[in-house]
């Protein structure tokens, strides 16, 4: 089974505008942490935030802020005043467990800004 | 700049080749993952080393090997190279304690299979 669902393959934001990005989670481990990397076209990973399955509130850092629905196991990121240099795929990923274990990633929705 | 490095940036080989891919950790991180991402498959963990043991194997193919060297670079081997190899093999690493345990991605190094 999928532990990460990500169902939008693509979107397309008007500049200026937010956008949400769908992320869905399965795991049985109730210690688990989230996360939403960029890649733009350059091909790096750019990790933008961070939630931990206990935290009590959303995680934000900066025009980033997720959304995260425990009981829904859904960890939404939102871009707020979508800039151009957003245009990139987003990646939502998973750790399962309190330590330093590998990442299980989405399939990645690509975002596009338009001017 | 993460602090990850990979090298080489790009690699074309022929199949049935053996290519080795390396990569130095942050400094301070003893963690290693590999990740690969292709357009059928995704991002998809490989395998992992702490600290010059194997930690953590995923969808590593037998093709496939890696290691931590006492000075915590690390290398992929891969082998008997078929088409559908070509991806872009990531290199990641992250300091075991910490509340995030955020993984640094290098910068990917691409591999073409002709």
């Known amino acids: 089974a999928q532990k990460i669902t990500q169902t939008q393959p693509g979107m397309f934001v008007q500049e200026k505008e937010a956008v949400t990005l769908d992320c869905t989670y399965d795991?049985?481990?109730?210690?688990?942490?989230l996360f939403w990397y960029k890649q733009p076209s350059s091909g790096e990973m750019i990790f933008l935030i961070y939630?931990?399955?206990?935290?009590?509130q959303n995680a934000t850092e900066g025009r980033y802020s997720l959304n995260f629905q425990k009981a829904r196991k859904s960890a939404n990121l939102v871009i707020s005043a979508s800039q151009l240099g957003d245009s990139a795929m987003y990646f939502c990923?998973?750790?399962?467990?309190?330590?330093?274990?590998?990442?299980?990633f989405g399939a990645g929705t690509t975002v596009t800004v338009r001017a | 700049d993460s602090g990850v490095t990979q090298t080489p940036k790009h690699l074309i080989t022929a199949t049935g080749q053996r290519v080795t891919l390396r990569c130095s950790p942050r400094?301070?991180?003893?963690?290693v993952y590999w990740y690969q991402q292709s357009l059928d498959q995704g991002l998809q963990f490989l395998i992992q080393?702490?600290?010059?043991?194997?930690?953590a194997k995923g969808n590593i193919l037998e093709r496939f090997s890696a290691q931590q060297f006492p000075d915590l670079h690390s290398e992929l081997n891969l082998s008997s190279l078929e088409l559908g190899d070509s991806a872009l093999y990531f290199c990641?690493?992250?300091?075991?304690?910490?509340?995030?345990?955020?993984?640094?991605f290098g910068p990917g190094t691409r591999l073409t299979v002709l």
């Open positions: 990641a690493s992250s300091v075991r304690s910490g509340r995030v345990n955020e993984q640094f």
């Open positions: 795991t049985s481990d109730p210690s688990y942490g």
């Open positions: 939630q931990g399955s206990y935290d009590q």
């Open positions: 990923a998973m750790r399962e467990g309190q330590g330093d274990y590998k990442l299980s």
């Open positions: 400094s301070g991180d003893l963690s």
């Open positions: 080393y702490y600290n010059g043991e194997e930690r």
